[in-house]
């Protein structure tokens, strides 16, 4: 918040203060059916194009991967989407009515989307317990969170999350102590607490074994619906294994996009992908 | 001429010979003005009168003799005697006959001067001057006999100037002509008027002061008006000249400092709060290297320059092999650790060295300063410290940008691990990156030691600021470093006439803390996606 | 593991058995101490003398201004090189109210103006002294100042993010530019000498033994309430918040909270424990000046809570009251070694004791625990683990 709109805070005698004002009453307007439009973006970083007039949308409920090679410009691509990076142009709505340039991280997390990152960044020094607690949908203003106690509903709602991740056993261990594949699940479980309606995950299967796999494609295949999901995955069998639609990203735009055997049978993309 | 064992006889000779030479007639009125010299303050005004007028030799030595209080009356004799030495002994010369004799100081009455006499032998010794042969020489007697009323003098720079060869004694001549113009002429002519304008002299100033405050009304009121104007304006502007040249030459002292520190903490990522106290051992080094050759102070100087290198350089190397090396990639523990080690230094010198203020000589080719107009000049330490801060820059600079070295230093800070599969020793580089800022903060302390006095805290004194210049510029970025420097120094130095010396500082950090909030960055941030996070 | 165990992982007490055992030991302490003063014999080997409970007391300041580093050092990861400053604002705010309680009893005699404003020929109070008559207008500034400082600074710094090592030397150039204001006679804080002379508190004279009683108990009842303070917030979420804001500070952006926020709220608290410490230092020491913005003495600080050990609330007040003896105790023994020990203590704490004596504690529990677990006590172990 700036200075300026500080002041204009002031003046406004019709309204309470903005971080009076209750959490999370943005309401999302989904009338067409689609909950994230990204169009004509680009950014660039040193000259380097990074992303080069860029144009996604994703439907409501969808669960959609985005595969490409290293550079693609998959990770800048959540980065903008989740306001860590500025595109130098373009722009980027959640629904029809949110716009996704003017907010900052916080904002963005707050109207309704969550995001997993490639390497798990999980709070290493708090309990599995307390992760989830943090990621909690509830009031996050600091006078909030310093008088906040558990009540049994949310309480039962980490609960229930720590058994869908299982790590039941493990929920008054460090994060810190957990191992890598652990890691990946309490990310997922973080991300659930949140109930986005937007779902960035990055590279959800790293470091796990074919039946921590298994087991994360159908979590991510059933959260599909109620929740859209973008998936980055390097793994083409995961991806194969949990795909409707593929959208293919090469040096930043999108090269192609449709059913995994259509993008798979599509020359371009064997040319710079699959064929390697 | 020494007369060390007169015999008889050869004593008589002399003396005769001196008899017949005092018959002569020029001889006579030489030894009666010597001799006037003796009498009272008037006598000894026409005696130097007279000596002008007979023009011995030695007479410019005579009456500097006379200013400087070196002319005696032998009270045997009767003589006026010059003064040659005082150790091992008393020994005088006689004017005229220049027979040199040891004497004591109670046989001895020094001629006393009084301060309308000290004026005239002032001018009659720059009127002398006028015919040396160094042109520096007769500059500086012109000027000085600028504003002298002496009719006689008008006449002899008029037939002077027409044989100077000197441009820029001629010029200084016609500025003398000029202000005699002005300030004697009734209707002093509008080109001397016009000369007086271009002139810095703070002779013309006044001169046309006077003009304008006689008559302010009257054209040559109003042209002396205009002239004045015209000498405010140039003088303003050697005002912001020299603020400008302080200002760079604080610039290039921070610069020094800090660059060191643009390498530890810029290029490789550590906060070395000990900085500081390496500046100081090179401030120590070069005290100490002019103990050793305390004859060749000039020398040493430029000795000191590779010492402090060395010394503050091998002490960096130190600190990085038993401390630094264990904490990388956790800046805020070696900031800690490096802050004791500068605790340490620093009482080792209160205790070894001394806990007083040292002071480094300056060596003379670096005293005195650059004249560039009357009223500006800037001091050659000052000159020198921002040249040989531009040397070390561009030195570094070349360094880090084309030598095998400064590749593995850069490769090394951009990706530690890739650098070693490429086969770089990258302990060995940091070791020596280390090092080299380090040498480099000695050698910016040899700077320092020819500005301020070597003490324990030097260090202290200088490290916020070379943070200060480091964050502002941009950390890893040379350049950033060195514009950072330069503006700041600027910045001070402007704002010091209105704020004060402290409030310009303080408002300086104001200003960065605010900066630093606005562009985290700095001036040249790095960009893209290594520099995130 | 029981339920009451479960519940205190989930959420963790205020006064768990830590703090039980600090609270009780301060106590004590806070009792036993004006116990010995006043009501034990001067000829007895127990008398405390009053020079002792001071010095005592000015220790314990330093511990509570070892908290409030602590606070946002061990919890919230903020190196702040510039605490000191906060310390010395809530120093001189109590400075100036013990400056006007001198009255006409100053070497000029002059009613209205301190001595210092007489000496620079002021004819009266600048604006920003008045209501410093009022006590309870001047510990309203001792919260006050420090904390607008800190509000102000830390509104632009977390703003705009400026993290680790900026933020370390930027709160160094704070201090700094402060000790240099200060310095200045026009700012009217005394200039160099500061404020001192100081006559009495409340009417009582500060050179009574009672008066130093009352002040020594004053600072263990605030180090105990400081305590507390670091506490609850340390045992809420906004504490577990700030501790994931030192390990993954983006990370809990995308989590959805405000970071700035949160960073400002714990950097002004620990601020304004800062003031106390310093407003409850200087009656004790008897005079504040600028020397107290000095960075050297902010860096102090850290090296207390280093000892001790960061993040541990009780290891910042153990840390602060050793090097604070061994300061004392050196710097009369052995002048010279003084700065030789601090620099050594700061690179042997960074390179072999990270963290620090309380860590040295854990590590010892952890043996025994592990000893007792192989002796075939697992069950037992376990509980208490719990």
């Given at each position: 918040?700036?200075?300026?709109?500080?002041?204009?805070?002031?003046?406004?005698?019709?309204?309470?203060?903005?971080?009076?004002?209750?959490?999370?009453?943005?309401?999302?307007?989904?009338?067409?059916?689609?909950?994230?439009?990204?169009?004509?973006i680009?950014?660039?970083?040193?000259?380097?194009?990074?992303?080069?007039?860029?144009?996604?949308?994703?439907?409501?409920?969808?669960?959609?991967?985005?595969?490409?090679?290293?550079?693609?410009?998959?990770?800048?691509?959540?980065?903008?989407?989740?306001?860590?990076?500025?595109?130098?142009?373009?722009?980027?709505?959640?629904?029809q009515?949110?716009?996704l340039?003017?907010?900052?991280?916080?904002?963005?997390?707050k109207?309704?989307?969550?995001?997993?990152?490639?390497?798990?960044t999980?709070?290493?020094?708090?309990?599995?317990?307390?992760?989830?607690?943090?990621?909690?949908?509830?009031?996050?203003?600091?006078?909030?969170?310093?008088?906040?106690?558990?009540?049994?509903?949310q309480?039962?709602?980490?609960?229930?999350?720590?058994?869908?991740?299982?790590l039941?056993?493990?929920?008054?261990l460090?994060?810190?102590?957990?191992?890598?594949?652990?890691?990946?699940?309490?990310?997922?479980?973080?991300?659930?607490?949140?109930?986005?309606?937007?779902?960035?995950?990055?590279?959800?299967?790293?470091?796990?074994?074919?039946q921590?796999?298994?087991?994360?494609?159908?979590?991510?295949?059933?959260?599909?619906?109620?929740?859209?999901?973008?998936?980055?995955?390097?793994?083409?069998?995961?991806?194969?294994?949990?795909?409707?639609?593929?959208?293919v990203l090469?040096?930043?735009s999108?090269?192609?996009?449709?059913?995994m055997?259509?993008?798979?049978?599509?020359?371009?993309?064997?040319?710079?992908?699959?064929?390697? | 001429?020494?007369?060390?064992a007169?015999?008889?006889?050869?004593?008589?000779?002399?003396?005769?010979?001196?008899?017949?030479?005092?018959f002569?007639?020029?001889?006579?009125?030489?030894?009666?003005?010597?001799?006037?010299?003796?009498?009272?303050?008037?006598?000894?005004?026409?005696?130097?009168?007279?000596?002008?007028?007979?023009?011995?030799?030695?007479?410019?030595?005579?009456?500097?003799?006379l200013?400087?209080?070196?002319?005696?009356?032998?009270?045997?004799?009767?003589q006026?005697?010059?003064?040659?030495?005082?150790?091992?002994?008393?020994?005088?010369?006689?004017l005229?006959?220049?027979?040199?004799y040891s004497?004591?100081?109670?046989?001895?009455?020094?001629?006393?001067?009084?301060?309308?006499?000290?004026?005239?032998?002032?001018?009659?010794?720059s009127?002398?001057?006028?015919?040396?042969?160094d042109?520096?020489v007769?500059?500086?007697?012109?000027?000085?006999?600028?504003g002298?009323?002496?009719?006689?003098?008008?006449e002899?720079?008029?037939?002077?100037?027409l044989?100077?060869?000197?441009?820029?004694?001629?010029?200084?001549?016609?500025?003398?002509?000029?202000?005699n113009?002005?300030?004697?002429?009734?209707?002093?002519?509008?080109?001397?008027?016009?000369?007086?304008?271009d002139?810095?002299?703070?002779e013309?100033?006044?001169?046309?002061?006077?003009?304008h405050?006689?008559?302010?009304?009257a054209?040559?009121?109003?042209?002396a008006?205009?002239?004045l104007?015209?000498?405010?304006?140039?003088?303003?502007?050697?005002?912001?000249?020299?603020?400008?040249?302080?200002?760079?030459?604080?610039?290039?002292?921070?610069?020094?400092?800090?660059?060191?520190?643009?390498?530890?903490?810029?290029?490789?990522?550590?906060?070395?709060?000990?900085?500081?106290?390496?500046?100081?051992?090179g401030?120590?080094?070069?005290?100490?290297?002019?103990?050793?050759?305390?004859?060749?102070?000039?020398?040493?100087?430029?000795?000191?320059?590779?010492?402090?290198?060395?010394?503050?350089?091998?002490?960096?190397?130190?600190?990085?092999?038993?401390?630094?090396?264990?904490?990388?990639?956790?800046?805020?523990?070696?900031?800690?650790?490096?802050?004791?080690?500068?605790?340490?230094?620093?009482?080792?010198?209160?205790?070894?060295?001394?806990?007083?203020?040292?002071?480094?000589?300056t060596?003379?080719?670096?005293?005195?300063?650059?004249?560039?107009?009357?009223?500006?000049?800037?001091?050659?330490?000052?000159?020198?410290?921002?040249?040989?801060?531009?040397?070390?820059f561009?030195l570094?600079?070349?360094?880090?940008?084309?030598?095998?070295l400064?590749?593995?230093?850069?490769?090394v800070?951009?990706?530690?691990?890739?650098?070693?599969?490429?086969?770089?020793?990258?302990?060995?580089?940091?070791?020596l990156?280390?090092?080299l800022?380090?040498g480099?903060?000695?050698?910016?302390?040899?700077?320092?030691?020819?500005?301020?006095?070597?003490?324990?805290?030097?260090?202290?004194?200088?490290?916020?600021?070379s943070?200060?210049?480091?964050v502002?510029?941009?950390?890893?970025?040379?350049?950033?470093?060195?514009?950072?420097?330069?503006?700041?120094?600027?910045?001070?130095?402007?704002?010091?006439?209105?704020?004060?010396?402290?409030?310009?500082?303080?408002?300086?950090?104001?200003?960065?803390?605010l900066?630093?909030?606005k562009?985290?960055?700095?001036?040249?941030?790095?960009?893209?996606?290594?520099?995130?996070? | 593991?029981?339920?009451?165990n479960?519940?205190?992982?989930?959420?963790?007490?205020?006064?768990?058995?830590?703090?039980?055992?600090?609270?009780?030991?301060?106590?004590?302490?806070?009792v036993?101490?004006?116990?010995?003063?006043?009501?034990v014999?001067?000829?007895?080997?127990?008398?405390?003398?009053?020079?002792?409970?001071?010095?005592?007391?000015?220790?314990?300041?330093?511990?509570?201004?070892?908290?409030?580093v602590?606070l946002?050092?061990?919890y919230?990861?903020?190196?702040?090189?510039?605490?000191?400053?906060?310390?010395?604002?809530?120093g001189?705010?109590?400075?100036?109210?013990?400056?006007?309680?001198?009255?006409?009893?100053?070497?000029?005699?002059?009613?209205?103006?301190?001595d210092?404003?007489?000496?620079?020929?002021?004819?009266e109070?600048?604006?920003y002294?008045?209501?410093?008559?009022?006590?309870?207008?001047?510990?309203?500034?001792?919260?006050?100042?420090?904390?607008?400082?800190?509000?102000?600074?830390?509104w632009?710094a977390f703003?705009?993010?400026?993290t680790?090592?900026?933020?370390?030397?930027?709160?160094?150039?704070?201090?700094?530019?402060?000790?240099?204001?200060?310095?200045?006679?026009?700012?009217?804080?005394?200039?160099?000498?500061?404020?001192?002379d100081?006559?009495?508190?409340?009417?009582?004279?500060?050179?009574?033994?009672?008066?130093?009683?009352?002040?020594?108990?004053?600072?263990?009842?605030?180090?105990?309430?400081?305590?507390?303070?670091?506490?609850?917030?340390?045992?809420s979420?906004?504490g577990?918040?700030?501790?994931?804001?030192?390990?993954?500070?983006?990370?809990?952006?995308?989590?959805g909270y405000r970071?700035?926020?949160?960073?400002?709220?714990?950097?002004?608290?620990?601020?304004?424990?800062?003031?106390v410490?310093g407003?409850?230092y200087?009656?004790?020491?008897?005079?504040?000046?600028?020397?107290?913005?000095?960075?050297?003495?902010?860096?102090?600080?850290?090296?207390?809570?280093?000892v001790?050990?960061?993040?541990?609330?009780?290891?910042?007040?153990i840390g602060?009251?050793?090097?604070?003896?061994?300061?004392?105790?050196?710097?009369?023994?052995?002048?010279?070694?003084w700065?030789?020990a601090?620099?050594?203590?700061?690179?042997?704490?960074?390179?072999?004791?990270?963290?620090?004596?309380?860590?040295?504690?854990?590590?010892?529990?952890?043996?025994r625990?592990?000893?007792?677990?192989?002796n075939?006590?697992?069950?037992?172990?376990?509980?208490?683990?719990?």
């Amino acid at each position: 918040m700036s200075v300026s709109s500080l002041f204009n805070e002031l003046r406004q005698t019709d309204q309470v203060f903005s971080f009076m004002q209750p959490q999370g009453a943005t309401n999302l307007n989904i009338d067409k059916g689609v909950i994230l439009y990204l169009e004509d973006i680009s950014v660039s970083f040193d000259g380097f194009k990074a992303i080069n007039n860029l144009n996604l949308y994703i439907r409501e409920g969808e669960l959609r991967c985005i595969i490409g090679p290293n550079g693609a410009g998959k990770t800048t691509m959540m980065d903008i989407i989740t306001g860590k990076t500025r595109p130098d142009s373009g722009s980027a709505w959640f629904g029809q009515n949110i716009n996704l340039l003017e907010m900052d991280e916080p904002a963005i997390s707050k109207a309704g989307i969550g995001r997993k990152f490639q390497k798990p960044t999980v709070f290493e020094q708090l309990s599995v317990w307390h992760n989830l607690e943090l990621c909690m949908a509830a009031p996050k203003t600091v006078f909030t969170t310093l008088k906040a106690r558990l009540n049994g509903e949310q309480r039962d709602q980490i609960n229930k999350v720590l058994t869908l991740i299982g790590l039941q056993d493990q929920r008054f261990l460090n994060a810190g102590a957990l191992s890598h594949g652990q890691k990946q699940w309490l990310e997922i479980g973080m991300l659930l607490m949140q109930k986005p309606r937007l779902l960035l995950v990055d590279e959800p299967v790293a470091g796990m074994t074919h039946q921590e796999m298994d087991r994360t494609g159908e979590l991510l295949t059933s959260l599909a619906g109620e929740h859209s999901i973008v998936l980055v995955e390097h793994d083409m069998d995961f991806v194969r294994s949990i795909a409707r639609h593929v959208t293919v990203l090469h040096q930043g735009s999108v090269l192609a996009e449709g059913t995994m055997d259509q993008v798979q049978s599509n020359p371009k993309v064997v040319e710079v992908y699959l064929g390697e | 001429m020494t007369y060390p064992a007169l015999t008889g006889w050869r004593q008589l000779v002399l003396t005769l010979m001196l008899l017949c030479l005092s018959f002569g007639s020029r001889a006579a009125t030489l030894d009666e003005s010597v001799a006037l010299l003796n009498g009272s303050f008037n006598d000894k005004s026409t005696a130097v009168q007279n000596l002008m007028s007979v023009g011995h030799d030695q007479t410019s030595v005579w009456l500097q003799a006379l200013l400087d209080g070196n002319l005696y009356t032998d009270k045997a004799s009767n003589q006026v005697v010059l003064l040659v030495a005082e150790q091992p002994e008393f020994s005088v010369q006689e004017l005229v006959s220049g027979r040199t004799y040891s004497s004591s100081k109670s046989d001895l009455k020094r001629i006393m001067i009084n301060n309308a006499l000290r004026k005239e032998l002032r001018v009659a010794l720059s009127s002398l001057a006028l015919t040396s042969a160094d042109s520096q020489v007769r500059l500086t007697a012109v000027r000085s006999l600028m504003g002298s009323p002496d009719p006689a003098l008008t006449e002899r720079l008029t037939s002077l100037q027409l044989q100077e060869t000197n441009s820029d004694v001629r010029d200084a001549m016609t500025v003398a002509l000029a202000i005699n113009e002005v300030r004697n002429a009734s209707k002093p002519g509008r080109n001397a008027i016009e000369v007086l304008g271009d002139s810095l002299e703070p002779e013309a100033r006044n001169a046309l002061q006077q003009l304008h405050d006689r008559n302010p009304a009257a054209a040559e009121g109003k042209l002396a008006a205009k002239s004045l104007a015209n000498i405010e304006r140039k003088i303003l502007w050697s005002g912001y000249i020299e603020t400008l040249f302080f200002g760079l030459s604080l610039g290039s002292v921070l610069v020094l400092a800090a660059i060191g520190l643009a390498i530890t903490f810029g290029v490789m990522g550590i906060i070395n709060m000990a900085h500081g106290e390496l500046i100081m051992l090179g401030a120590y080094t070069t005290y100490g290297i002019q103990l050793l050759m305390p004859d060749h102070i000039g020398l040493s100087v430029l000795v000191s320059i590779p010492a402090a290198f060395v010394v503050s350089g091998l002490m960096g190397i130190l600190i990085e092999r038993s401390v630094i090396r264990f904490l990388y990639g956790r800046p805020l523990e070696t900031l800690l650790a490096t802050f004791g080690i500068s605790l340490i230094l620093q009482q080792l010198v209160r205790t070894f060295v001394s806990p007083q203020n040292r002071t480094v000589q300056t060596p003379d080719w670096m005293t005195g300063s650059l004249e560039l107009s009357p009223v500006l000049s800037l001091t050659w330490n000052r000159i020198y410290i921002l040249i040989f801060c531009l040397m070390v820059f561009a030195l570094l600079f070349v360094l880090l940008k084309r030598t095998r070295l400064g590749l593995q230093v850069r490769a090394v800070s951009q990706n530690r691990a890739m650098a070693r599969a490429m086969g770089v020793r990258s302990a060995r580089v940091d070791a020596l990156t280390f090092g080299l800022g380090s040498g480099i903060a000695g050698v910016a302390g040899v700077a320092l030691s020819q500005l301020t006095n070597v003490g324990p805290n030097l260090g202290q004194a200088y490290i916020i600021d070379s943070f200060m210049v480091v964050v502002f510029g941009g950390v890893g970025n040379l350049w950033g470093t060195l514009v950072a420097g330069l503006s700041l120094g600027v910045a001070n130095k402007v704002l010091e006439p209105t704020a004060g010396a402290v409030l310009a500082k303080i408002l300086v950090l104001v200003f960065i803390i605010l900066f630093i909030q606005k562009f985290p960055r700095g001036l040249f941030p790095q960009k893209g996606r290594s520099a995130e996070g | 593991m029981t339920a009451a165990n479960e519940l205190n992982l989930i959420q963790p007490r205020l006064l768990d058995k830590g703090s039980q055992r600090f609270l009780l030991v301060l106590i004590a302490v806070g009792v036993l101490v004006p116990v010995l003063n006043l009501l034990v014999p001067e000829s007895s080997g127990l008398h405390l003398s009053t020079y002792t409970v001071t010095l005592l007391g000015k220790y314990l300041a330093y511990a509570l201004l070892a908290l409030a580093v602590d606070l946002v050092w061990g919890y919230l990861g903020i190196l702040s090189l510039g605490h000191g400053a906060f310390f010395a604002l809530g120093g001189y705010a109590m400075g100036m109210y013990l400056m006007r309680q001198i009255g006409d009893r100053g070497v000029y005699g002059n009613p209205d103006l301190p001595d210092f404003m007489v000496f620079l020929n002021w004819n009266e109070l600048p604006w920003y002294w008045h209501g410093f008559d009022q006590f309870w207008f001047a510990m309203l500034m001792v919260l006050v100042a420090p904390g607008v400082l800190a509000f102000v600074f830390g509104w632009f710094a977390f703003r705009s993010r400026v993290t680790g090592v900026y933020l370390s030397i930027i709160t160094q150039a704070l201090t700094y530019a402060l000790l240099l204001a200060f310095f200045r006679n026009e700012m009217g804080f005394g200039g160099n000498n500061g404020l001192t002379d100081f006559k009495d508190i409340l009417g009582f004279s500060l050179q009574a033994d009672t008066t130093r009683i009352a002040l020594f108990s004053a600072t263990v009842l605030a180090l105990a309430l400081g305590y507390l303070i670091c506490r609850a917030i340390i045992i809420s979420r906004l504490g577990r918040v700030a501790m994931a804001v030192r390990d993954a500070e983006n990370r809990v952006r995308f989590v959805g909270y405000r970071v700035e926020h949160i960073k400002l709220f714990v950097f002004c608290v620990s601020a304004m424990l800062a003031g106390v410490a310093g407003a409850l230092y200087v009656p004790q020491v008897g005079i504040i000046n600028p020397s107290e913005f000095s960075p050297l003495n902010s860096i102090e600080m850290l090296i207390w809570v280093a000892v001790g050990g960061r993040a541990t609330l009780y290891g910042a007040v153990i840390g602060a009251l050793l090097v604070n003896y061994a300061k004392t105790w050196l710097t009369g023994a052995l002048p010279d070694a003084w700065l030789f020990a601090l620099g050594a203590l700061f690179v042997v704490v960074t390179l072999f004791m990270p963290k620090g004596i309380a860590g040295l504690v854990q590590q010892y529990r952890d043996m025994r625990q592990q000893a007792a677990r192989n002796n075939g006590g697992a069950d037992k172990v376990e509980e208490k683990a719990a």
